[in-house]
């Protein structure tokens, strides 16, 4: 009982800070499911190696308590406070169910090992693109990793409404990380 007022809590206050969130179904809520990164916490500040004022590679990621069923895994991040609405920084997709983090730097290739395939983000490149917000208010920069059923049928340099359309209906659980940055 404990678990579900927590979780409960969660989604309002998930709701409160990221009011544009998709609808989450009670098996996320369940499952546990969580994403984590040694660089920064949660609503945490994202150090500037991983933005385009510094080295503008990828933070360490790592996750856990995905379903069993899970088959691949897909992660999209996303600044949903950029001036012309949602800026997307990442798509990576086709994560193979046994793997449990993506190290920090990873290369901005449209393929990677294992079957590991990314997609182009807003700046026009398969890979990470840092945060580079407009000097001003902070960003919030929401890292949403996506657990499915499936491996998907995409090809490199996918955009993200390809890639949504495809998991659409292929979607176990969600967990996301919220990271700030400003300049």
């Not at 997709?93 to 901005?108: K, Q, S, T, W």
Request: aromatic share 8%.
């Amino acid at each position: 009982m404990i678990v579900l007022i927590i979780a409960l809590a969660g989604v309002i206050a998930a709701y409160i800070i990221y009011p544009s969130a998709p609808e989450r179904s009670a098996t996320t809520l369940i499952t546990g499911f969580i994403l984590e990164s040694p660089a920064f916490k949660d609503n945490g500040i994202i150090p500037e190696k991983y933005t385009c004022d510094g080295l503008d590679i990828s933070p360490p990621l790592r996750w856990r308590g995905q379903p069993p069923e899970t088959k691949s895994l897909a992660i999209i991040v996303e600044d949903p406070d950029a001036p012309g609405g949602i800026f997307t920084h990442w798509i990576i997709y086709n994560i193979p169910a046994d793997v449990n983090r993506l190290d920090e730097g990873m290369e901005p290739a449209e393929e990677l090992p294992g079957g590991i395939v990314q997609g182009l983000n807003d700046f026009g490149r398969p890979g990470y693109g840092g945060p580079c917000p407009p000097p001003g208010k902070p960003h919030r920069y929401v890292f949403r990793i996506y657990a499915l059923d499936t491996m998907l049928e995409l090809g490199p340099a996918a955009s993200k409404d390809e890639l949504l359309k495809l998991m659409k209906d292929h979607i176990l659980a969600e967990a996301t990380l919220t990271g700030i940055y400003s300049r």
